[in-house]
């Protein structure tokens, strides 16, 4: 876990520039393992913060922020940053590991395994892209947080889970 987290940090930081050598260092990981173990927890704990603290402007209130609460968002926020940017590095985009995941089903999905694979395989280009935004996205949130900027905080929370939700429309559950 620790030797991943050290990669996954590497990755934050110079993701744009990885050549195809140090991809071939770059944990392993399937898009479900991704949204299930890391994405996800991170949201949830992005989104633990600023649901209370919600102001009616789409910024957070920073009355309702303490030094506590901006510390644990700007850890969540870098996590989900580093999270994202594995992901969209992944040289091969796989739903679930072969032999691995296959038997686990999700909530909720109206497709297989199968039929998600080909909605990334006719555009893994759109698939990186959306999760390098995440990652971008969540890098700002992380900078927000560090500098007690709530207004800033709110809005890019806000961007993430639009971000989220259009790459689930696209890849995970869209309308054919
Ligand atoms: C780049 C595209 C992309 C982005 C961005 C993305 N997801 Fe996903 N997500 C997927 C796909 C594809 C699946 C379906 C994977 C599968 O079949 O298991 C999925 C599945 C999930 C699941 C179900 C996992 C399971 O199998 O139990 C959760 C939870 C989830 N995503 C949360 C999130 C959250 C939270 C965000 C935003 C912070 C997010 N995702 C952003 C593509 C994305």
């Known amino acids: ?7 996954a940090m590497i990755v934050g930081m110079g993701l744009t520039s990885a050549t195809a050598s140090s991809q071939s260092a770059l944990p392993r ?5 991704a949204m299930a173990d890391h994405i996800n927890p991170a949201t949830l704990a992005v989104w633990d913060v600023t649901n209370t603290a919600l102001a009616d402007d789409g910024g957070l209130d920073p009355r ?3 030094d506590a609460a901006w510390e644990k968002l700007a850890g969540a926020a870098s996590v989900l940053h580093s999270d994202a940017a594995l ?3 992944q040289p091969k985009l796989q739903v ?3 032999g691995r995941e296959a038997g686990q089903s999700i909530a909720e999905s109206a497709y ?3 039929q998600i694979q080909r909605f990334i395989d006719a555009d893994p280009a759109a698939f ?16 927000a947080a560090q500098e007690r900027d709530a207004r800033r905080a709110g809005e ?3 961007q993430i889970d639009a971000l989220c939700e259009s790459c689930h429309q696209k890849f995970w559950y869209p309308e054919t």
Do not use: F, H, N, Y
């Open 29 to 33: 990981i399937s898009v479900r393992e």
């Open 87 to 89: 992901l969209s590095a």
């Open 1 to 7: 876990m620790r030797g991943w987290m050290a990669a």
């Open 64 to 66: 309702l922020m303490d």
């Open 96 to 98: 679930v590991q072969p």
């Open 112 to 114: 297989s395994a199968e």
């Open 156 to 158: 890019t929370a806000g």
């Open 128 to 143: 990186r892209e959306m999760a390098q935004q995440l990652s971008l996205t969540a890098a700002e949130l992380a900078k």
